[in-house]
């Protein structure tokens, strides 16, 4: 996700503003995934996107919900 946002700020040749929403609900379900971690997996997803936005890579990432290698 942080590389394709990373080349449409590139290509749009213009800063990229880029929000991101918290699923709810449906969502919930889908991923099989305990509504309670919601906050939580939320925050580390941002946190991962925004060190792939800011150091070199790659590095590995290792979080409660999240072990990879990028």
Not at 24 to 42: A, D, K, Q, Y
Not at 43 to 68: A, M, N, Q, V
């Amino acid at each position: 996700m942080a590389e394709q946002l990373a080349m449409a700020d590139l290509d749009l040749g213009r800063p990229l503003l880029s929000g991101f929403v918290r699923g709810v609900g449906v969502e919930t379900w889908w991923s099989n995934s305990n509504p309670v971690h919601n906050r939580e997996r939320f925050e580390e997803c941002h946190d991962l996107i925004l060190k792939c936005w800011t150091e070199p890579g790659p590095f590995r990432w290792e979080s409660r919900h999240y072990t990879s290698a990028t």
